[in-house]
């Protein structure tokens, strides 16, 4: 089992910058990946930013340029920077931890980022 606990979400101006943390806890096995999901109101969860422990980097068109998704291994942390926010940025922001030894998929109970003047 791995247990991850989300932070650093809130309200942002447009423009703004936020940062989001992640950490995962319990059975943490290399090789994984760690990422961030985010879903808007009345829309489907999409991936916002991913990376592997072995630092592999995968961004959605929509944050290429804005967000970084940099992690720290020895915390088992993932942090996700988000800069030059938009409205169309509000979502609830959702950790994801992913096994590649079982497959299994682990999700954090999201945070909301909000952008609005």
């Known amino acids: 089992q791995v247990q991850l606990v989300e932070s650093g979400g809130g309200l942002v101006q447009p423009g703004g910058s936020l940062r989001l943390s992640c950490a995962a806890s319990g059975s943490i096995f290399s090789p994984n990946a760690m990422g961030w999901y985010r879903q808007a109101p009345g829309k489907e969860r999409e991936l916002a930013a991913e990376?592997?422990?072995?630092?592999?980097?995968n961004y959605a068109d929509s944050v290429k340029g804005r967000f970084t998704i940099p992690r720290d291994n020895a915390k088992n942390t993932v942090y996700l920077q988000m800069n030059s926010l938009n409205p169309e940025d509000t979502a609830v922001y959702y950790c994801?931890?992913?096994?590649?030894?079982?497959?299994?998929?682990?999700w954090g109970k999201g945070t909301l980022v909000t952008v609005s003047s």
């Open positions: 994801l931890y992913s096994d590649y030894h079982d497959g299994l998929h682990y």
């Open positions: 990376v592997t422990s072995s630092g592999t980097t």
